[in-house]
């Protein structure tokens, strides 16, 4: 096992083995993990990289969905979000929320290691890529895994038009 694979929490390794999908450990200085920042100094294109956001409904039974969008686009959190969650309000959740609902610190949340019963939404757009670059429930690696693992994930939903185009 490399450095990088030896920092990823059990619970994303046991899931990125169970799922049967081929999967590279890639070593990320935990002061260049923020996406765009790891894609420059490593040389990946911000089009192959992919991130997790946990929303929230801010009105009504509490409710939270996982997000998985491209890192050049954005979550439509007011419309499509919004929407499919049968709320009112929505918005990001916060670092605490986070931790607690998937057992992840923010900035590290990542698909592998999720709650099975955490909805689990991703943009279309993922799917077309032939490879995803995910955070790896840490900020020292990062996991490049085709999007194919997302169909090996029962609470996985493909959503068309969760995220829109980044502006710029």
Same mark, same amino acid.
């Given at each position: 096992?490399n450095?990088?694979?030896?920092q /990823?929490?059990?619970v994303?390794?046991?899931?990125?083995?169970?799922?049967?999908?081929?999967y590279? /450990?890639?070593?990320?200085?935990? +002061?260049?993990?923020?996406?765009?920042?790891?894609?420059? !100094?490593?040389? !990946?294109?911000m +089009?192959d990289?992919?991130?997790? /956001?946990?929303?929230?409904?801010?009105t009504?039974?509490?409710?939270f969905? @996982?997000?998985?969008?491209?890192?050049?686009t954005?979550?439509?959190?007011?419309?499509?979000?919004?929407?499919?969650?049968? @709320?009112?309000?929505?918005? $990001?959740?916060?670092?605490?929320?986070?931790? =607690?609902v998937?057992?992840m @610190?923010?900035?590290?949340?990542?698909?592998?290691?999720?709650?099975? +019963?955490?909805?689990?939404?991703?943009? #279309?757009?993922?799917?077309?890529?032939?490879?995803?670059?995910?955070?790896?429930?840490?900020?020292?690696a990062?996991? =490049?895994? #085709?999007?194919?693992? $997302? !169909?090996?994930l029962p609470?996985?939903? /493909?959503?068309d038009?969760?995220?829109?185009?980044?502006?710029?």
């Open positions: 096992m450095d990088a694979a030896s /990823i929490p059990p994303v390794r046991a899931a990125l083995d169970q799922s049967g999908v081929d590279e /450990i890639m070593a990320c200085d935990p +002061e260049l993990a923020d996406t765009a920042t790891f894609c420059a !100094h490593y040389g !990946h294109a +089009e990289s992919a991130n997790a /956001i946990l929303v929230k409904s801010k009504g039974e509490e409710k969905v @996982a997000c998985v969008l491209l890192a050049t954005r979550l439509d959190v007011n419309n499509v979000i919004r929407k499919k969650m049968g @709320a009112r309000k929505v918005s $990001f959740a916060d670092p605490k929320e986070t931790r =607690r998937t057992g @610190a923010l900035g590290g949340v990542t698909p592998p290691g999720l709650p099975p +019963e955490l909805p689990l939404w991703v943009d #279309s757009r993922v799917m077309e890529r032939p490879f995803v670059i995910l955070g790896a429930g840490t900020r020292s990062k996991i =490049r895994i #085709s999007p194919d693992y $997302f !169909h090996r609470q996985t939903e /493909i959503v038009g969760l995220a829109k185009d980044a502006p710029g």
